[in-house]
């Protein structure tokens, strides 16, 4: 059920973006009177699986889920209508076009992805206003994974500054670490407060393992909701029960108690829980995946978070600054993996995307995620390789530039070479994704 519910989140994002994308080339070709012979969603080599023609533009749903597109009369793309370029010129086809309104036309795409970006953070403001968790609520500590033990922070340690500089937010802590590429983190530990250096080569190390929660907030475990088929709640378990330990061993925390349960699966265990002012013990078996079917409580029922609430004038601003701060970060993050040896190793496909998604649907990350991967789109589609659209872009500043047009054997050569190396890419990254699941 988790995995459909990320499959779900997945197509129906990506649909979106698509759909968005498309229509940018689709609006701006039609501003310039250029047409536009079809608009799908998805991909449709043989067969659609539904169709329809209004004016001079077909239509359409493909069954291959890996994008989609707009075919532009008079232009080389994917389709790779080769008969269509071989007759004259027409008023209505895009190689007719001044080049200054072909380049709108190709950067429609991108434009609306970032307009829909800002559009998509101005929303979540003005419905849920931000919410966060600052630093200093942090009272439990961190909890760390293998990575963050081997940079030198350790379970417990309640984090000060990164550079001696306060992170006010502390999901911006990570980011802080390894797009500022910060040398030293100030911590808490055992009442002492600890210098701790970040070793050379930790950032390459860290984007090598793909670990995304080397550092992550540590807090006690109370049932705040049940699954479907609960092996807890059958074992006797109550909402608001507090997990406090497996068997004879102790663990207050969340991080602790996880990680313990992954060490008995398929085995029955004590678990142990404080409800009102009894310890009570409930005998269960483990399934194989370790899990007993329990969401923990929200963070606010362990800390104070912070709230700023929006209207909607005060929104459209601040949806403009977090969608370039998010731009921002993303090209950093780019620009540091290209730095990193064996960066090709991090390249991730359509699972690694799925699993940005949470467990259970939440229409706020779901919106949270699909306008930083509208952003994502953008800056991806942008680049200056043959078959996307920064590719056509790079062509005809080209031709602006030296008043000359590439030819059009030329441009087929350049999109062939470009399709085989994105496509070559895709089956990498998803191929990638294959071999992590079995890492």
Do not use: C
């Not at 609306?112 to 998509?120: T, Y």
């Not at 439990?140 to 340690?157: E, K, S, T």
């Not at 403009?320 to 993996?337: P, Q």
């Not at 290209?338 to 990350?365: C, H, M, N, R």
Request: glycine content about 8%; charged content about 20%; aromatic content about 14%.
């Amino acid at each position: 059920m988790v995995i459909l519910i990320k499959i779900v989140q997945l197509l129906l994002s990506l649909s979106i973006l698509v759909i968005f994308h498309e229509f940018g080339h689709f609006i701006t070709a039609r501003i310039f009177k250029t047409r536009v012979e079809k608009f799908y969603l998805f991909f449709n080599p043989w067969f659609s699986l539904f169709k329809f023609k209004r004016g001079e533009t077909e239509y359409g749903v493909g069954w291959v889920p890996l994008g989609g597109y707009v075919k532009i009369a008079g232009m080389i793309d994917e389709s790779m209508d080769k008969e269509q370029m071989k007759l004259p010129p027409q008023p209505w086809e895009f190689r007719s076009k001044p080049a200054w309104q072909r380049l709108i036309i190709m950067l429609g795409g991108v434009t609306v992805n970032i307009i829909l970006a800002i559009f998509i953070y101005i929303a979540i403001l003005t419905v849920w206003g931000e919410q966060y968790l600052p630093t200093s609520e942090v009272k439990y500590g961190i909890a760390v994974n293998a990575i963050g033990h081997d940079m030198g922070l350790r379970d417990g340690d309640r984090i000060l500054t990164i550079d001696n500089k306060e992170v006010e937010e502390f999901s911006a802590i990570p980011k802080q670490i390894v797009l500022e590429q910060a040398k030293t983190i100030q911590v808490i530990r055992h009442d002492k407060k600890m210098d701790i250096p970040i070793p050379a080569g930790f950032v390459s190390k860290l984007i090598q393992s793909n670990s995304v929660d080397f550092i992550s907030v540590r807090y006690p475990f109370e049932a705040g909701k049940f699954v479907l088929g609960s092996v807890a709640e059958k074992a006797g378990m109550k909402l608001n029960d507090r997990i406090i330990g497996v068997n004879d061993s102790l663990f207050p925390y969340n991080d602790e108690f996880r990680m313990a349960l992954q060490r008995y699966k398929n085995q029955k265990i004590n678990l142990v829980v404080i409800r009102g002012v009894d310890t009570i013990r409930l005998p269960l078996t483990l399934p194989a995946d370790g899990r007993i079917g329990v969401y923990n409580k929200a963070l606010s029922a362990y800390f104070k978070l912070k709230e700023k609430s929006y209207s909607i004038f005060t929104a459209i601003p601040a949806g403009f600054t977090m969608t370039f701060e998010k731009t921002g970060d993303y090209l950093k993050s780019i620009k540091l993996l290209f730095k990193q040896e064996k960066a090709y190793e991090s390249v991730g496909g359509f699972i690694s995307i799925g699993s940005l998604f949470p467990d259970a649907w939440d229409w706020l990350t779901f919106w949270t995620w699909t306008a930083f991967l509208s952003i994502m789109l953008a800056v991806i589609n942008v680049l200056p390789i043959p078959a996307l659209d920064g590719g056509h872009v790079m062509f005809l500043l080209y031709e602006i530039i030296f008043r000359r047009k590439p030819s059009d054997k030329f441009m087929e050569y350049a999109q062939i070479t470009g399709m085989v190396l994105l496509f070559g890419l895709l089956i990498f990254a998803n191929l990638n994704d294959v071999l992590k699941l079995f890492r």
